[in-house]
């Protein structure tokens, strides 16, 4: 039947789909509300539907009556998103949905991210599912909290994934690619209790790094771009160092897997204003340098503010800062076998000051899972100097390429005639919860897919539209190929 829609009744009816997810608050670690959306959807459309105890969503539609003999087949999403608002805009991302402006070719949102990733994968597995013609058993699972942990993906039972020969996961971010592989992730959360005392220097400054670009940590790790929380923890030392300094907080950052864009911390000083300016001017060109047209609008600015009551005792704020500016952080290894991947890197996320400490997010990635414990292993050490606890999570797994999957050259030979070229087959550093699916199911056959959405995880995220059709297209066509296996 999808054949014979024209392509603006499918991109309309996908949007649709789409702006119901967008109206519903929806950050990592908050979906109930759309699930109970999801689910309540999905029945009204007379799908078989289970939402399980991590709020994940199964629903299950019939094979076609000539199919019943047909391999199921998976489509996967998440419905969770990273949900961050440019500077100054008013948002709140457990209770504001997403206003959604259409400009041109492309859908954005006023003033926030889009949470295309991975909304806009959900709205296609629902459209699949009314729409899908001649085709096996068809599933739709939609699991939470990928953005955070993907401990969405770790709980699903089993069960709902063994019984399947192919899954369709539809989390990737440019359309032209058929991604066979992906990079796995440990999450590494530092806290270090503070010891508070009265501030013995005479003013208070807010020292800010800004306009920097930020961006994904997997997608646009191999930019050079700069986090601006380790460009801000080089700023304090030069400060204290130079200048003397206490400082009585230390912000910034948006999620584990954003690189920074911003940070900002307050610190007293006995030095004058123009001597803070002019360390932070040197500081601010050096970055410039290292950095180069990755972030040419990199800033640094030197502000008073109020005078704090408290700040950090000194041997806090010295391991604090230590902790900060060694973390690893950027491209950390090159793959052998895939030529320009990112085999190992490393993202300082978030940093968060507190009445009763700091709080830090590291988010490293690898393609070797081996790699991932090295990582954990080496974060307990550094913990260990400076101080903190370091609480490293269960590593995700990587997934690696399949090298005779007969859904990739379905997909490869689909895409190929209905666009007129080849689409790139291709491994990414970004992580994606397919290493769990294969874990679950060795003999499960994963491509992962996705529209061409752009500066994801940040408020330019935007969607091309033209590649909405395409990619139904390619995934329906794609169906009905597996089902006559």
Same mark, same amino acid.
């Given at each position: ?31 109930? #509300? ?8 999905? !029945? ?24 019943? @003999? ?12 990273? =949900?961050?608002?440019?500077?100054? +805009? ?13 400009? $041109? ?36 699972? +939609? ?30 971010? @440019? ?26 220097? /005479? ?23 700069? /986090? ?14 130079? #200048? ?6 230390? @912000?910034? $950052? ?26 932070? *001017? ?30 950090? #005792? ?14 690893? *952080? $950027? ?6 076998? +895939? ?37 954990? /292993? &080496?974060?307990?050490?550094?913990? =260990? ?36 070229? &080849? ?17 679950? /199911? ?10 061409? !959405? ?22 329906? !066509? ?8």
């Amino acid at each position: 039947m999808i054949d014979e829609y024209n392509d603006e009744t499918i991109l309309e009816d996908v949007l649709k789909e789409f702006a119901g997810l967008a109206a519903i608050a929806r950050p990592s670690g908050h979906e109930k #509300a759309v699930s109970d959306y999801l689910r309540q959807r999905l !029945t009204e459309l007379g799908f078989s539907v289970v939402q399980d105890d991590a709020n994940n969503i199964i629903a299950d539609k019939e094979a076609a009556p000539h199919r019943q @003999n047909a391999p199921r087949t998976i489509l996967q999403a998440h419905m969770d998103m990273v =949900a961050v608002a440019r500077e100054g +805009v008013a948002f709140n991302p457990l209770t504001d949905g997403i206003k959604l402006v259409q400009d $041109g070719e492309y859908l954005r949102a006023d003033g926030t991210s889009l949470g295309a990733d991975d909304g806009i994968g959900v709205a296609v597995g629902i459209y699949m599912l009314k729409n899908a013609t001649d085709c096996g058993p068809l599933r739709l699972i +939609v699991t939470t909290d990928e953005e955070r942990g993907m401990t969405g993906a770790q709980y699903i039972d089993a069960k709902y994934v063994t019984d399947a020969a192919c899954l369709i996961n539809c989390d990737s971010e @440019n359309f032209d690619e058929l991604v066979v592989g992906s990079a796995g992730g440990v999450d590494i959360n530092f806290t270090r209790k503070i010891n508070w005392c009265l501030p013995q220097k /005479n003013a208070a400054y807010r020292i800010k790094v800004h306009n920097l670009k930020g961006g994904h940590s997997g997608e646009r790790i191999g930019d050079g771009r700069g /986090n601006a929380l380790h460009i801000l923890a080089a700023t304090l030392l030069s400060v204290n160092t130079i #200048a003397g300094a206490e400082i009585a907080a230390i @912000n910034g $950052g948006k999620a584990k897997n954003v690189i920074p864009d911003s940070a900002e911390a307050i610190v007293l000083s006995n030095a004058k204003e123009q001597t803070l300016r002019y360390i932070a *001017k040197v500081t601010q060109e050096n970055f410039a340098k290292i950095h180069g047209d990755a972030d040419p609008a990199i800033t640094i600015t030197v502000t008073p503010t109020e005078k704090p009551a408290d700040v950090f #005792a000194a041997e806090d704020a010295e391991n604090v800062l230590r902790l900060l500016y060694l973390l690893p *952080k $950027g491209v950390l290894g090159m793959s052998r076998a +895939v030529p320009n991947l990112v085999e190992s890197s490393a993202n300082l996320g978030t940093v968060r000051t507190t009445d009763k400490g700091v709080n830090v997010e590291f988010y490293p990635r690898s393609s070797v899972d081996a790699r991932l414990t090295e990582f954990a /292993n &080496a974060a307990k050490e550094l913990a =260990a100097l400076t101080g903190f606890a370091a609480d490293c999570q269960e590593p995700s797994p990587a997934w690696h390429e399949n090298k005779d999957s007969r859904l990739a050259a379905i997909m490869r030979q689909t895409f190929a005639a209905q666009n007129s070229r &080849a689409p790139k087959v291709t491994v990414i550093h970004a992580g994606l919860e397919c290493g769990y699916f294969y874990r679950k /199911n060795p003999q499960l056959d994963i491509v992962s897919v996705g529209v061409t !959405t752009e500066d994801i995880h940040s408020p330019d995220e935007r969607l091309l539209l033209s590649t909405v059709v395409k990619e139904v297209r390619l995934i329906a !066509t794609t169906i009905k190929t597996v089902a006559q296996l």
